[in-house]
């Protein structure tokens, strides 16, 4: 089996690594992480779950310079919960390694004028959203002459029309000679717009570790958030992910489950930054069994130990059923996905998993 140590990870964070329990490389770590060390511009595809951001994070933590008082790297994500994930994995690795540099995260709705006191003490790695990167940079707060490796974390998104314009701009801020590395799940629809930029080379990953099993359940419509309270005291729920396709939706099924007893939580687009950190703590340390969600969720986000993730809508595509699915089995460990299906999108489920190959059981009766 490969090491952390034949791929070129130095030991002080190797020794990170074993405090997190982490003592051998993923698939896709061990392909990616010696390129990335090389300096090489790559694109890794690989499903969720596997150790995507490690297998950014170890190279580049291990070229930084604690000397230096710059930023030297940037991570850019498409949502400011994925930013603080990153970030928060990123500071606790290098202080766990030794490692006396700063890890600053930059996301819009957050207080500019704390960040901007944060920036003074020259953080070698920024993590944050394009638009608050770009408004400190021409505020005149955060100099980018010295980045040497940008990452675009979920690319696909990131290079898709919501954000491009923003991260072209970021990438215009940089110089011109710096490594690229940019990570995704689903990037294939990106991988062409990635390569005319940055000329990356790419290394995908089919297979994976993760073990859940695909349910569904016949259910009427209008009694899919019973279903959802009935499978809650039913299985052995622990942390469990719902997953709705309107806003409305999520705000309607939180407040009827927590009526009937149901300890549930909501991850919603358009709420304050600070309810949507509270929501995803509260899953994260077990005071909620459910979080409800619309596809926000989906991407990127590890929240350990969902043993379970609900469809109360059906996802639109294959590529949404898997970014959802992924929330659960990670890390080689077993889950289930469950979708409720009234009688009309029965047809419509067994077209998604037809195109995804997987095997679709009835979901047993207690």
Known sequence: MTTFTALGVPEHLIAALAQRGI?????????FIPAACAGENLI???????????????PLLARIDPAARTAQALVLAPTHELAMQIATVARELAQAAGLPIGVQALIGGANIKR??????????????????????????????????????????????????DEV???????????????????????VRMAQELFAPRLIRVESTDASYENYYHIVPFRDKIKAVQKLTRRLPIRRGLVFVGRGFDAVHALEKLRFEGIKAVALLGQERRDQR?????????????????????????????????????????????????????????AGAVISLVDEKEIDKLKALAARMEIELSRLPRA
Not at 50 to 56: D, E, W
Not at 168 to 186: F, H, M, N
Not at 280 to 306: F, H, K, P
Request: hydrophobic share 45%; charged share 25%.
């Open 277 to 333: 950190r509270a929501a995803l703590d509260a899953i994260r340390a077990g005071r909620a069994e459910l979080l409800i969600s619309t596809d926000l969720a989906a991407r990127g986000l590890d929240i350990e130990d969902v043993d379970y993730v609900i469809h109360l809508d059906l996802p639109e595509d294959v590529r949404t059923y898997r970014h959802r699915a992924g929330r659960t089995a990670r890390a080689g460990k």
């Open 23 to 31: 003592t051998a490389p993923t698939e896709i770590q061990a392909a």
């Open 168 to 190: 072209r701009t970021v990438i215009r801020l940089l110089p011109a000679e710096r490594q690229t590395l940019l990570l995704s799940a689903t990037g294939a629809a990106a």
């Open 44 to 58: 890794g595809a690989a499903p969720t779950g596997t150790g995507k951001t490690l297998a950014y994070l170890l």
């Open 115 to 164: 960040q901007i006191e944060s920036l003074k003490k020259k953080p070698s790695l920024i993590v944050g959203s394009a638009p608050r990167v770009q408004e400190l940079h021409r505020l005149g707060k955060l100099k980018l002459t010295g980045v040497k490796l940008l990452v675009l974390d979920e690319f696909d998104r990131l290079l898709g029309k919501q954000h491009l």
